[in-house]
């Protein structure tokens, strides 16, 4: 795939918009038995019965499907590095069979790298949203990104 | 699933070991065709030029797999009521093809909701290894737990 964007393009401030992907129960079922079994997340009678009254994604399956409209949204056409982590992730609400996942992305700081030369570092803020307009998930997360200009 | 641990079952400095689980290739890719699709964690080809020199995992299939980890090993068996978020999620190390994870958990802090009576917050550091013993990820997560004496 072409690349489109480099570092110089995720400026402080930026921000891009992804989404929507519905989330359907057997994929929620289908990711929490292979990574997350717990009674919530794959047994509708179960989950009837817990504190959330219906099936609900695994969170880490909520950070699986915002990288997915990351991805999406405009990091196969980035010239991305990898990652080195991701701070404060809030599950906030509970995502449920026919949700709909958007998500808002904004640009909390970019710098060049000290230690690798042509390499940039862009520290996101990520917002999550259902099709109510709900919060249902934030996080920070920083990404390396070949710059454009190396000098 | 009989319940065998509760809140104080999980007092500061508790440690729990869990795995190894293996991870290969096609689980790799089959992960981040849905929710990562980046060339180094889909094709093998791609993944040999880039940085990594091999295919690696997703981060977030990282995260899935210790989470996975932290269910066979106790959590499945525990009065668990979710979590509200994770904080500093440090990928440290690649995980590539015919690696095998191991995690150790250890309790940071537990203490009881002061908004829901019943309920206690422990407070993990979960690190995850492979099978050289290098650590490939880190994390601190907290997890909501029933306790099992409500006074």
């Known amino acids: 795939m072409t690349l489109k964007y480099y570092w ?3 400026p402080v401030g930026d921000k891009r918009h992804a989404g929507p992907v519905a989330v359907r129960a057997e994929e929620i079922v289908d990711f ?7 009674d919530f997340h794959i047994d509708e009678e179960l989950a009837r019965h817990s504190r959330f009254g219906t099936l609900i994604a695994s969170g880490w399956h909520v950070c699986a499907l915002a990288m997915r409209l990351i ?3 405009f990091l196969l056409e980035s010239a991305g ?10 599950w906030k609400q509970p995502v449920r069979p026919g949700d709909a ?8 700081e970019a710098r060049r790298s000290e230690s690798r030369p ?7 803020h990520w917002d999550i949203t259902n099709q109510l307009g709900q919060s249902v ?13 190396t000098a």
């Open 8 to 10: 110089e393009d995720f």
């Open 32 to 38: 929490a038995r292979k990574f997350d079994p717990q």
């Open 71 to 73: 991805c999406d949204g």
């Open 81 to 90: 590095l990898g990652s080195p982590g991701v701070d404060k992730v809030r």
């Open 101 to 108: 996942l958007s998500l808002d992305a904004l640009v909390l």
């Open 118 to 124: 042509g390499v940039g570092l862009v520290r996101w």
């Open 137 to 149: 998930a934030e996080l920070e997360t920083t990404g390396m990104v070949r710059c454009r200009n």
